[in-house]
């Protein structure tokens, strides 16, 4: 069959932010995708989890260490930027199944910065480099019951008692809470507002430490003799760090949730050209062929704000400027420690914000769209419709993870100074 058109972002061009060096990295994540990722999809679906050892496959692919420093167990590519970071979640995802990707390969890539960020030496050295070596599994505790986007008002607290702390609270929707062996938590320390808030670093075998899972990674727990040495950053001094890591975790999801409109018009191409009805194929019905116009036509616009965004990165945009942008395009900061500063305009922060509502919706509506096209098919957990029906499952998480898209518009027009 002929190549299919608008399968990737590369065809029939060269894009100007990529060297040898991406190129060739991007062939390494699609190599392990393809060989690791994609043939065991639906027997990981059917059981409800993956293999352990996937984590240190994609180690020793240089797959899971790849956007880490050197020092702890990192193998960044030569000359690494964001478009590395881009490349290494857009690959992943192309597996088409977000969570496996979010539990194997994105967990850890939120909850680990706050300790590379603000945590002691010690606590450096005793997580990261099991973490980043694929030996040990990590998990991000911010959400609560009651406090989703609302961070300032999280009630999870941590009391210091002499040389320990005291944790008592209820954390839920944990990527890998049932997994993970660590847990970096957002808890409060002292009295209202965003100032009263840190992070921990914990993990299970703490004494004391009551676990109660639900289904939906509800977690409750109450530790005891937490000592300060595994704290990540200062008493009350948290709400940066939570905030700088949202910008990351919604930058990363943008880049995920149009790599899987992209999916959803793949197989809505394919299947229109190999699928007859009244005598020629479905993609010769000219509605069909502008359902597949106006899904491409998106997810094209879409990938090139991405493409501006991490070129931003790349460059060292202020990370206050970026904040609302990202969050319109669905996005968080990475800027690698080379990169020069840059003074952007004050209105980038809010073009920024919207990315993140624009990649979900357009997400939304390809997999609404490539539904139509593949009738019945996209009902079934099997055959031709597989791929569609578990990423048409996965629309309102990715809308709602990292942000609903009403906070995020908010918070872009905010930044906007409307």
């Known amino acids: 069959m002929a190549e299919v058109p608008f399968a990737d972002y590369n065809q029939g061009f060269s894009s100007p932010h990529f060297k040898e060096t991406h190129l060739q990295f991007r062939a390494k994540v699609r190599a392990f995708v393809e060989s690791e990722l994609k043939p065991f999809l639906s027997e990981w679906e059917e059981k409800g989890t993956y293999p352990p050892d996937?984590?240190?496959?994609?180690?020793?692919?240089?797959?899971?260490?790849?956007?880490?420093?050197?020092?702890?167990?990192?193998?960044?590519?030569?000359?690494?930027d964001a478009f590395h970071d881009f490349i290494l979640i857009d690959e992943l995802a192309r597996c088409g199944a977000g969570g496996v990707v979010a539990s194997a390969f994105f967990s850890f890539n939120i909850a680990l910065p706050p300790v590379l960020a603000a945590g002691s030496d010690f606590l450096k050295n005793l997580v990261a480099k099991d973490v980043i070596e694929g030996r040990k599994i990590m998990a991000l505790c911010v959400s609560e019951p009651y406090a989703g986007s609302d961070v300032a008002?999280?009630?999870?607290?941590?009391?210091?008692?002499?040389?320990?702390?005291?944790?008592?609270?209820?954390?839920?929707?944990?990527?890998?809470?049932?997994?993970?062996?660590?847990?970096?938590?957002?808890?409060?320390?002292?009295?209202?507002?965003?100032e009263f808030v840190m992070w921990l670093t914990v993990w299970k075998p703490h004494v004391?430490?009551?676990?109660?899972?639900?289904?939906?990674?509800?977690s409750g727990f109450t530790w005891h003799h937490h000592p300060p040495d595994e704290n990540s950053g200062e008493e009350?001094?948290?709400?940066?760090?939570?905030?700088?890591?949202?910008?990351?975790?919604?930058w990363a999801l943008a880049v995920m949730s149009n790599r899987y409109a992209r999916i959803c018009l793949e197989e809505s191409i394919v299947y229109a050209r190999s699928r007859k009805t009244f005598g020629k194929r479905l993609a010769d019905h000219q509605v069909i062929a502008h359902k597949i116009a106006d899904m491409a036509r998106q997810v094209e616009c879409t990938h090139a704000w991405i493409e501006q965004i991490t070129y931003r990165m790349k460059h060292g945009a202020a990370e206050r400027d970026i904040g609302g942008p990202i969050a319109l395009l669905k996005a968080r900061l990475h800027v690698h420690p080379s990169c020069p500063r840059t003074t952007p305009s004050?209105?980038?922060?809010?073009?920024?914000?919207?990315?993140?509502?624009?990649?979900?919706?357009?997400?939304?509506?390809c997999a609404r769209e490539a539904s139509q096209i593949l009738g019945g098919n996209s009902y079934l957990r099997e055959g031709k419709g597989e791929v569609v029906e578990r990423l048409y499952r996965e629309v309102r998480v990715n809308a709602i993870g990292g942000g609903s898209e009403e906070i995020l518009n908010d918070l872009a027009m905010r930044q906007a100074k409307l």
């Open 346 to 365: 004050p209105l980038r922060g809010s073009r920024w914000s919207f990315k993140l509502v624009q990649a979900t919706r357009v997400m939304e509506f």
């Open 54 to 80: 996937i984590h240190k496959k994609a180690y020793d692919a240089g797959i899971y260490s790849a956007v880490w420093p050197k020092e702890y167990g990192g193998t960044p590519p030569e000359d690494f």
């Open 208 to 218: 004391g430490t009551r676990w109660d899972f639900a289904a939906d990674g509800t």
């Open 236 to 250: 009350n001094k948290g709400f940066k760090l939570i905030m700088h890591n949202f910008n990351h975790e919604r």
């Open 153 to 194: 008002n999280l009630r999870s607290t941590a009391e210091k008692r002499g040389d320990h702390y005291v944790l008592n609270g209820e954390k839920k929707w944990i990527t890998s809470g049932m997994k993970a062996d660590y847990y970096t938590v957002a808890v409060r320390t002292g009295g209202k507002g965003i």
